[in-house]
């Protein structure tokens, strides 16, 4: 019979209570704004967006089922998701047979983390040339606003 030890049940039932309070947490309170979620240091520092900006807001969208707003907030996190949760399964295998190891390899290997890591830099650049743009147009509109209101 399969014994499985007491403290490793305590363990498991802890993080299924702490992942469910910050699931109702994220999914009842919109991280915008609110004073409960911490803010990313790197855009509060410099004022440009790290890639993990917006996972947040990200989360509270699609524990909502707003998978539109959540990839505007994130797209890199929502694009994850399934290659995480195939991460996930590949890990819960207890004998992988030889195709999968295969595919296990060539999706989380050494060549597939370079991959992955460029894709975040290129990520991380690009939506802040984005960003940068928008607040270009953004400070040319107020100064033409100022310009014919003067106050």
Wanted: aromatic fraction near 12%; charged fraction near 15%; include cysteine.
């Amino acid at each position: 019979m399969l014994q499985v030890g007491f403290r490793k049940i305590l363990k498991w039932c802890i993080a299924i209570i702490f992942l469910t309070i910050l699931a109702i947490m994220y999914r009842t309170y919109n991280p915008t704004g609110n004073i409960y979620f911490p803010k990313c240091p790197f855009r509060e520092l410099t004022g440009l967006k790290c890639p993990g900006c917006g996972s947040q807001r990200a989360v509270h969208y699609l524990l909502n089922f707003d998978i539109y707003n959540a990839t505007k907030e994130n797209a890199i996190l929502v694009l994850s998701i399934p290659y995480i949760l195939t991460g996930l399964v590949f890990d819960l295998l207890k004998r992988p047979s030889e195709r999968i190891l295969k595919w296990r390899k060539r999706l989380f290997g050494q060549k597939a983390i370079i991959v992955i890591l460029t894709i975040i830099i290129a990520f991380w650049i690009l939506r802040n040339i984005t960003y940068c743009q928008q607040s270009v147009a953004a400070i040319r509109v107020s100064v033409v606003i100022q310009a014919f209101c003067p106050a």
